[in-house]
């Protein structure tokens, strides 16, 4: 399994980034898709996620700003993020879990300039 993610980039504060993740390679279904987060000097946090049936939960940071959303049928998920602040500066990470194995993408720079 291999998971693809695109659409980081450098925004202004205030502005709008769509994050879009695909997975190739899979044979089964994919439990739980997500997003994480590692700002500099930080430890990787959970951004967002989904699960096969819809249900969502995100971290307190990103509540109301950010919306993750899921193809099942095409092994996709996105990140829209809205209202950006230079806090939210990090390289984002698409992960998939497969039961029994996690999965993750190579990881796509978010800046958000100030």
């Known amino acids: 399994v291999q998971l693809q993610a695109s659409g980081g980039g450098l925004v202004q504060a205030g502005g709008s980034l769509r994050l879009s993740c695909a997975a190739s390679?899979?044979?089964?279904?994919?439990?739980?898709m997500d997003w994480y987060r590692q700002a500099p000097g930080k430890q990787r946090e959970l951004v967002a996620l989904?699960?096969?049936?819809?249900?969502?939960n995100y971290a307190d940071s990103v509540k109301g700003r950010f919306t993750i959303s899921r193809d099942i049928a095409k092994n996709t998920v996105s990140l829209q993020m809205n209202s950006l602040k230079p806090e939210d500066t990090a390289v984002y990470y698409c992960?998939?879990?497969?039961?029994?194995?996690?999965?993750w993408g190579q990881g796509t720079l978010v800046t958000v300039s100030s």
């Open positions: 390679g899979v044979s089964y279904n994919i439990n739980v």
């Open positions: 989904i699960t096969n049936g819809g249900s969502t």
């Open positions: 992960h998939a879990y497969i039961y029994p194995t996690n999965y």
